[in-house]
């Protein structure tokens, strides 16, 4: 690392956990989003047929410090036969800043033909947000602002809407549709607003043994450009997963996924950014675990591949 190295690291935490805080403060982004439906669209609760727990670790931009950190866990399944309930909790740091999110989720699905259902449901929760300035490097560390942590418990309240076949899915959601707004002081420090989501895919069976998934998901937050992320995932004998993902212009991911057992599936994804931000860090981490418990009663022959 040369002397030049360092203080641009520096330079880059400082601007982008400010950002964050002032300007954002919103929820964090997914490369295997088609996996980790649930947390995106509440309506997506309890529409397979087992119940489904997940695990997901993403660290973005490795090798900056104070770099984005996520974890994520989901549990959801079928209470009665049009009633899905689920749980979902979050853990996003950045820099000074951690937000835990805790939601609670009900779907009701509608079956609107032979082949197709429509599921709406909502989330609610909390949001747990605490700002550490001693994790933080400041012109001024007299500054009173900077002298007492900020600790905000604020409410979520979201809607989702999933339309689904055995073979394609759309939705539409979003995670919060409170906006909120933190001050100390009279100095804004956060700023919080509804991000709205659309996910759609498709699932072509190329095979006896081949099926090929694309998909893509669209974020839509006011006063932000619209966020796209397209994939394309090839699953091979009902077992081993392998695709390649885009973000516009932001990054380019390779992604990788072996279902072990028939309840048991492991998922990595790579991210390698487009920006000028890639001379200082060394890609994004993504890995993702999730246990299946099937309904042999109602079991497909074929599972769905979503």
Known sequence: MNAFQIPTKLLLFCFLVPVYLVFAQ???????????TMVLNSGYTGTSSKIEALLLHRSQWVGIDGSPENQAFSIHGKLKENIGLG???????????????ING???YEIQTGYYTKL??????????LNIDYSKGIYENDQDPLFQENLNSTRPILGLGAFFYSTNWYAGLSTQNILNSQIFDDKELIT????QFYFMGGYVFDLSERLRFKPTVLTKHVAGAP?????????LINEKLSLGLAYRYDDAVSALAGFNVSE???IGYAYDYTLTDLNNYNDGSHEIILKYSIFDRNKRALSPRFF
């Open 26 to 36: 919103q929820p964090p982004q997914y490369t295997q989003y088609m996996y980790n």
């Open 87 to 101: 749980l979902s909790a979050t853990n996003d740091n950045l820099g000074a800043s951690n937000a835990i999110e």
């Open 105 to 107: 989720n009900f779907a």
């Open 119 to 128: 599921s709406l449901g909502v989330n609610a929760g909390v949001n747990l």
């Open 191 to 194: 700023n919080r607003k509804s």
């Open 226 to 234: 619209i966020t796209v992320d397209v994939s394309g995932n090839f």
């Open 263 to 265: 309840k048991f599936f």
